[in-house]
């Protein structure tokens, strides 16, 4: 065999078997920095609900996380109150944004499934659910649609939107 043919044949064996094995090494290692990148994403979201929930325990006299709406607040309450629902909204619609699809893998699934929790909770609030008519103006209409409806099925009613 010459230098000719062995050239040849290297060239072949690169075709046949290196070429296809670096697409598959690119594109697994392109799937793995995606998921990496979507789980940062979700811990982004994640740790922005915990700093939530530090606002939710700063203003305990709200009783946020309670199950029943604070009887007779202040108007300086109602606003806090308010304020603090905004930001919640904000939240919602950012997580729904970055990580809700129409079909998900499972992995995407699970971590959708803990922000539909977290609406479904605090939908089943009076003073949220009253207030959502206002909070949701403006937002995208995707998420509007999808929190009216969880709201309607936590409450069994539909929102008000007046």
Sequence with gaps: MDWKDAFELA??????????????????????????????????????????????LDNADLQLRTNAALPNPTPEQNERMLVIFDMLISLFERAHLVAYKEAMSPTEQRRWNSWDDYMREWCRRDDFFNALPLLLRGEDPQFQSYIKRVAQEERGTSLITS
């Design 11 to 56: 060239s072949y064996v690169v075709t046949v078997v290196a070429l296809p094995f670096a697409v598959w090494v690119f594109l697994a290692e392109q799937r793995k920095e995606r998921e990496n990148e979507e789980e940062e994403a979700y811990q982004h979201l994640s740790d922005a609900y915990n700093d939530f929930l530090r606002i939710v």
